[in-house]
Nanobody, 114 residues
Framework: QVQLVESGGGLVQAGGSLRLSCAASGDTICISAMGWYRQAPGKERELVAAITSGGSTYYADSVKGRFTISRDNAKNTVYLQMNSLKPEDTAVYYC????????WGQGTQVTVSS
């Protein structure tokens, strides 16, 4: 089992920045990829960014050039630096970690005001 604790969400004005963190504990030796999904009201959950154990990254087109995903393997933590935030980035952001199965964080609210 892997437990995930997310932090860093909040309210920010358009153009501002936030940094999300997701710390994993438990059976972390099995962790490979880590990433972030988001779900806005009335919309499907979408993959925002992901990073493999080797450091390869993926970004959704909507966040390329604005968001940066990184991980600290020693701390079993994945980060999402979000810059130039837009109102359309408003959503609940979920951390996901791939081990034997996929593990999900509890979600953290990000609200961007115009």
């Amino acid at each position: 089992q892997v437990q995930l604790v997310e932090s860093g969400g909040g309210l920010v004005q358009a153009g501002g920045s936030l940094r999300l963190s997701c710390a994993a504990s438990g059976d972390t030796i099995c962790i490979s990829a880590m990433g972030w999904y988001r779900q806005a009201p009335g919309k499907e959950r979408e993959l925002v960014a992901a990073i493999t154990s080797g450091g390869s990254t993926y970004y959704a087109d909507s966040v390329k050039g604005r968001f940066t995903i990184s991980r600290d393997n020693a701390k079993n933590t994945v980060y999402l630096q979000m810059n130039s935030l837009k109102p359309e980035d408003t959503a609940v952001y979920y951390c996901i970690v791939r081990g034997v199965v996929d593990y999900w964080g509890q979600g953290t609210q990000v609200t961007v005001s115009s």
